[in-house]
């Protein structure tokens, strides 16, 4: 499905006249409204042309009902590796998960890194379905945990006071059916919330 189709269309406007209101239809009642602190950029910091584009991800074949199954699930099954992620920005129904060859039964641990550029508020929004648990330098900031159909986070505001690159590790699984995994941004003096880019992210390795 496209990013500018109309539900996207009056997301974004809604987002950006400040008149998103939390637990209501599709938006998830469980995000820190508040935001987290604390969080700690990656030291050392990754050196220039050390780092692939995109996230890496290893990827389990089981039929999950939580992100508390999943992490029990990982300390038995190591899963096998998966073709990086360039962004998070699926919503793709009944086709393949992520960058998977299959549509239903998916568990992904995705890890990387995320650039932020300059100091100040960043908000964030998830949009998930089914389970996903979002930590960014080591603070989960957002757990939408068990099977659940399109659901938007509220508005999570990140204070960043350092910039450069940030450990992100993302936990996210497909029960069967539809699938979504979107990370949205309003940086610093933006203004505007859209997909987190491409550029954004890093991970090490091929």
Known sequence: MSFWDNEQKLLM?????????????????????????GLKPASPQPTAGSLSSGLAVQYYGVKLDSIDQFLEWMEYDKGKSGTPIP????????????TTTTNDLVGADITGFINFE?????TIMVHSNDG?????????????PEVHGDRFSDEIKLEISEPG??????????KKNSSTLELYWDPPGSGEIDYVPATAFGHRGK
């Open 118 to 122: 300059t100091s100040g508020t960043y």
């Open 13 to 37: 406007k809604a987002l950006q006249a400040g008149l998103v209101a939390a637990g209501i239809g599709m938006f998830a009642v469980n995000s820190a409204a508040a935001g987290p602190m």
């Open 132 to 144: 996903v648990q979002v930590n960014i330098g080591g603070v989960m900031v957002y757990e939408d």
């Open 87 to 98: 962004m998070l920005n699926y919503q793709v129904g009944q086709g393949n998960v992520l």
């Open 165 to 174: 690159w940030y450990p992100v590790r993302v936990l996210y699984f497909e």
